[in-house]
């Protein structure tokens, strides 16, 4: 399982919620989870700031090894 989806669980966030804070789609956060959808820069961006994951961190949201800070 991704980061990403750990630390929205994590916070009882709906990938809906995480979307919205992120200003992003829902659908385009369902398929980064599901590994179909490769994320621009920007958009992991967008995520770890919504999850308060320092942005020198953003990579980590797509391996299953914890960032160093959450």
Do not use: F, H
């Amino acid at each position: 399982m991704l980061n990403l989806t750990r630390l929205r669980e994590a916070r009882g966030w709906s990938r809906s919620e995480l979307a919205r804070r992120a200003k992003m789609t829902a659908a385009d956060v369902g398929k980064i989870e599901a590994g179909r959808l490769r994320p621009y820069d920007s958009q992991l961006r967008k995520l770890a700031r919504a999850l308060g994951v320092p942005p020198r961190d953003a990579n980590c949201l797509l391996e299953g090894a914890a960032p160093d800070a959450a």
